[in-house]
């Protein structure tokens, strides 16, 4: 067994490794499309989007041209592409500006021309254009609606590719007949290009009916405006066998696999026994918690499914249903209060769940660190656990305990990201 003193210092190193297994150098520098005979035009959209743009200017050996949108706070220097920020995970008008900014710099183009298309997480909401007589305030209204609902980030993304006029490859349409090559750094599970930030330059086989009989299904409540329009014969999204995008490439460059494997190599490189339970977890992010606090409580009583000790990983992306109020923080700060009520007693279990891009939802945290007495401190602080699960904020419990994580932007966006280690001769607190 490694001699590990610090558990959170490890867990923090740990979740740094598949951040950098991420890093935009790393993951362009093999995936590079040929140089065109004409212009080089490229697109980085998502709250990574800038540093991939920097990194394709570092790494192109020719002329280039375009337009990067990112999060506000999230920009990098770029020499030859423009740099745009607009508002996450509300669009706004700056958004509006930027879309219009990258739908310009595709339109026009030859059969000659290439788009480099750079796409990671984050890009539904920073590229808004309302289709047909919608407005930038339905737009915001629907994206509202859907991260209330509770839905997966799949159900979400195909909503909006029908409420749009940029997503679901309606950028690589306008793009035509120049080729798009899309290089995706993945945040969803399943790592499906189409998904990533709705996709604007990748198209899927979801279609109109699809997605009627999806909000159907969850009995999710949208604003009359946008089911009038999603029942309307304007909003099917192009399919895959459009002759559009038969030239096209699609290549994942990154992915939360891929940084979960970086980061299980490296615990076993320093002698902690390892395990990936998936990076694709999705469900309502409390009961992700429970359910990861059920197979750690076990590892550590019975030796079973694991052998303590155990370092626990796993991806993906929850979802948080929203009841009333918003309250504060995001899925993994949410997971991580479900998990701590669960663990609570059961010494020799630490974790840490944080978003690879370093926010966790509402905050400007990557997400929190737990460990079997974080209930206990919460309560010596004067806090009820429950009352902070009532005001959906978990970002105020683990504030008020000092326990909050913050990297600040890193640069990239592959998930989420949790680890479990569970020792059976706990550390001394």
């Not at 998502?46 to 990194?55: E, I, P, W």
């Not at 859907?146 to 979400?156: D, K, Q, T, Y």
């Not at 694709?280 to 059920?294: N, V």
């Not at 737990?370 to 904020?393: E, I, K, N, W």
């Amino acid at each position: 067994m490694p001699n590990i003193d610090d558990p959170r210092a490890f867990l923090a190193h740990l979740f740094e490794t598949a951040v950098d297994a991420a890093d935009p150098i790393k993951a362009l520098k093999d995936n590079l499309p040929e140089r065109p005979k004409g212009r080089t035009v490229v697109v980085a959209i998502g709250k990574g989007g800038a540093q991939l743009a920097a990194a394709f200017e570092t790494l192109w050996d020719a002329p280039v041209e375009g337009v990067v949108v990112t999060r506000y706070g999230y920009a990098t220097e770029c020499k030859y592409l423009k740099v745009l920020e607009a508002s996450h995970p509300v669009p706004d008008e700056a958004g509006e500006t930027a879309a219009k900014a990258v739908m310009d710099a595709v339109r026009g183009l030859s059969e000659d021309d290439l788009v480099v298309a750079l796409v990671c997480g984050g890009g539904s909401a920073l590229l808004p254009v309302p289709p047909g007589d919608l407005t930038l305030k339905d737009e915001q209204d629907l994206n509202q609606a859907l991260l209330a609902s509770g839905a997966p980030i799949g159900v979400m993304n195909a909503i909006r590719k029908h409420v749009s006029g940029i997503k679901g490859g309606r950028l690589a349409q306008m793009a035509y007949p120049a080729k798009v090559v899309s290089l995706v750094v993945s945040d969803v599970p399943g790592d499906d290009p189409a998904q990533v930030a709705s996709g604007p330059t990748v198209s899927d086989a979801v279609n109109a009916a699809d997605v009627r009989a999806m909000i159907s299904a969850r009995n999710i409540a949208l604003p009359d405006r946008i089911m009038a329009h999603i029942n309307s014969d304007d909003c099917a999204a192009p399919l895959p066998d459009d002759p559009v995008f038969a030239r096209n490439e699609v290549r994942v460059v990154a992915s939360a696999g891929l940084s979960l494997a970086a980061a299980a190599q490296k615990a076993q490189d320093l002698g902690m026994p390892c395990v990936v339970l998936s990076d694709a977890i999705e469900g309502e992010a409390s009961d992700i918690g429970l359910m990861h606090a059920a197979l750690a409580k076990h590892a550590l009583e019975k030796n079973e499914p694991f052998q303590a000790p155990i370092l626990i990983l796993s991806g993906g992306e929850t979802t948080v249903t929203l009841k009333g109020t918003p309250g504060r923080g995001g899925r993994n700060t949410a997971f991580l209060l479900g998990f701590a009520q669960a663990i609570e007693g059961a010494d020799g279990i630490y974790a840490l769940a944080a978003d690879t891009d370093g926010i966790d939802g509402s905050e400007d945290n990557a997400g929190a660190f737990a460990d079997a007495h974080s209930m206990d401190r919460l309560r010596q602080q004067g806090g009820d656990p429950q009352a902070f699960v009532s005001a959906q904020d978990p970002f105020g419990a683990f504030d008020l305990i000092g326990d909050i994580y913050h990297t600040g932007p890193t640069g990239t966006n592959v998930n989420d990201f949790r680890a479990i280690l569970v020792l059976p001769n706990p550390v001394d607190d």
